[in-house]
């Protein structure tokens, strides 16, 4: 056992921190203006705007996905060399986010599934930030069960007509493109008969309406299909065998979400909370029931911190990372829920109040109440999350599925 | 990066697993409870003939030269295999505290006889204060200490000159007298044992200083048998629930089951990933081993508790039964959760390590 880098690692490291100490910012020390549930001010073209530039730069340096082939702008690096890079960049104050997507789900499925033009097309203008793309999987009747997809793709000449809704859709205000999944045929089993397209946002047909969440924000969106015409060059699985191309999206998906993990993440600012707070008529840090709850807490977010480690050497060691790496969602989401519930506890009544200007730490820990709902039904829900483990990692049995080998068309929807 | 034990150490785990596999397997555990006396000769035999006591002992004194990381693994497999023997205290407490309380003498003393599985020792470490040496005797009385019927000494946590301190002494030394008390896991001895100006040798370092680092020590390595222990109960829930039919399909295709037995599996994943971190730390003679410590301990005790309750659960009435094994691990858990304290002083551990650091 050993934490340290290997000499290699450490050179790049060493790199990678003095370019980013050159051109990236560090965090605001206001704790409530950073973090995955902050809330900031500026207008979304603005942040859009400073995301494209702060790719730029760094695709411009070739520190843009630099584990990506060089023939696209990368520089072929081992994912180590990739977390490494994360860990460095994650000191500092860079807008990635509206980048997730694009880089973690629909490139990785583009250069898995695309052909080669496609890959010289989309790649480069991914990795460098000038096109950003979104996500058109989930529906209004289909989430959990995402293979239940009512959105219609029909076959028409060299095109597509793709009539429907989507819903969740991150970013689709400001996205280029997006992936698609669609039902080409509904008179076989549902795995079956789904398409897998990519499609320009802007395209006729389309009409984007944002949904406002629990937090205030409008982050996501329903995105609404009436005769959008789609060429069959957009299509990035054969005809009907999409599911198993989603599936890579996907499994992409919740590597990315757990990989952040929450681990230790604001737990200093929650025993700080409990150091000026009084319960009963003493300290809170005082306080016999207090100090349980914060340690058991504390000692899962260790738990997940090594078991990133874990992670970390089985990629270091170019091996792929066992069963741990599928818990780091299923445990964070709850546990920021569970910090979320202390922090507000210990701040009295004055825990009501979630306007950063005023509220305590900047209103940090009212936005990780709002913010972790949402976190706990984001790309697989709690409760799926443990179906795919007792499953794929136990070798239990599947769910009983009255939908199972029937045609699309004849499954009850529970409408009549 | 480098957080796994390397390939020399998992070999060691796999020797460990099956030679413990062969010799004993719950059918050997079971004749051990139903005997009563709580300890697995032939089994003992076999760990000593492969020279498990040894391998975190120092070469000058016996020992084989290996380190923690080398017993964590026999640890963990123990714990899988609910082992009817006193390696724990033995090891992980007695030998523990020789190495780092004992002067050179003492650990010449005892050491070696350890190493070589000559001497079997319990850790009677109720409390300060029930216990005291004046004038080179202990008096007082040493309450449910574990193995305490089987072993050839004691390692008694006692007062002298207002100190805590840790005594040492043999079985058979005049002055001891000890009462079996029936145990709730009944696969190891628990006595009751009165100390009547019995002579006994009073370890060098002393203080409560002392103490805890011994004791952080042990719990470490004590939570990779609760981590073996949690891990098979939830095994045992995983094929149960494979086999197991009900309404027509195995009663693992229910999420009721399901998701409660992934429930064990990720606190398994977090303490195996404590217990690691407390492994190093232990290994590296870190200054974090306090707290790394009290988090392996919390996270394992939790694990194993949760494992092996919810596993008699999974079982359904059948679990509930004398026949059937998932008590065994349900008793082994609660006694490990009790010995060295339980989970809720290692919590306030954790607190009191954060409160530390947040003062440095």
Partial sequence: ?416 | MNFEFNDEQKMLRRSARALLKDHCSLVRVREVMDRGDGFDADLWSKIVENGWPAVAIPEAYGGGGYGYLELVMLAEELGRSIAPVPFAPTIYMAAEAIKQAGSSEQKSEWLPGIAAGEIVVAWAGTGVGDCRVSGGTLSGTAHSVVDGMVVDAFAVVCEIDGEPAIAMLRADSPGVRRTSARGIDRTRTVANIEFGDAPAVVLEKRGQAVLDDVINSAAAILAFEQLGGAEAAMRMATSYAQERYAFGQPIGGFQAIKHKIVDMFVKVELARSNCYYAAWALENKAPDLPLAAACARVSATDAFEFASRENMQVHGGIGFTWEADPHLFFKRSKMLALQLRGIGTWRERVMAELDRKAVA
């Fill in chain 1, 1 to 416: 056992m050993d934490f340290n880098d290997s000499q290699e690692e450490a050179e790049f490291r060493a790199q990678a921190r003095a370019w980013l100490e050159q051109n990236a910012t560090r965090p605001d020390a206001d704790a409530g203006r950073t973090g995955p549930f902050a809330e900031r001010d500026e207008d979304i073209n603005e942040t859009v705007r400073r995301a494209k530039a702060w790719q730029k730069t760094k695709a411009d340096a070739g520190w843009a996905c630099i584990t990506w082939p060089e023939r696209y702008g990368g520089r072929g690096l081992s994912s180590i060399f990739g977390s490494i890079w994360n860990q460095e960049e994650a000191r500092f104050d860079t807008p990635t986010g509206i980048f997730a997507i694009g880089q973690g789900m629909a490139g990785p499925t583009i250069m898995t599934h695309g052909t080669d033009e496609q890959k010289d097309r989309f790649l480069p203008k991914l990795l460098s930030g000038e096109e950003i793309w979104c996500q058109l999987f989930s529906e209004p009747a289909a989430g959990s069960d995402l293979a239940g997809m009512r959105t219609r793709a029909e076959r028409d000449g060299d095109d597509w007509v793709v009539n429907g809704q989507k819903v969740w859709t991150s970013g689709a205000h400001y996205s280029d493109w997006g992936i698609l999944v669609a039902r080409t045929n509904p008179d076989v089993p549902k795995h079956k008969g789904i398409t897998y397209f990519y499609v320009d946002m802007k395209s006729p047909g389309i009409e984007i309406r944002p949904i406002r969440q629990i937090t205030g924000a409008a982050d996501f969106n329903e995105v609404f299909f009436t005769d959008v015409r789609i060429p069959d060059s957009q299509r990035l699985s054969e005809v009907d065998g999409g599911w198993g191309v989603a599936l890579t999206t996907l499994m992409n998906e919740r590597v990315a979400l757990g990989a952040g993990g929450g681990g230790g993440f604001g737990l200093e600012s929650l025993a700080e909370l409990a150091r000026g707070a009084s319960v009963n008529g003493h300290l809170a840090i005082e306080d016999s029931a207090i100090r349980q709850r914060l340690a058991d807490i504390f000692v899962r977010s260790r738990g997940l911190k090594y078991t990133g480690l874990r992670i970390l050497t089985a990629i270091s060691r170019g091996t792929v990372p066992g069963p741990e790496a599928s818990i780091g969602k299923l445990v964070a989401a709850p546990m920021l829920q569970e910090a979320a519930d202390l922090a507000l506890e210990l701040q009295g009544e004055a825990g009501v109040v979630d306007d950063p200007g005023t509220a305590i730490q900047g209103a940090f820990w009212q936005q990780v109440l709002l913010g972790a709902p949402g976190f706990r039904v984001a790309g697989g829900t709690d409760e799926i999350l443990r179906n795919i483990i007792g499953e794929r990692v136990l070798g239990l049995p599947g769910d009983a599925r009255p939908d199972k080998g029937v045609a699309f068309k004849d499954i009850p929807t529970g409408k009549g």
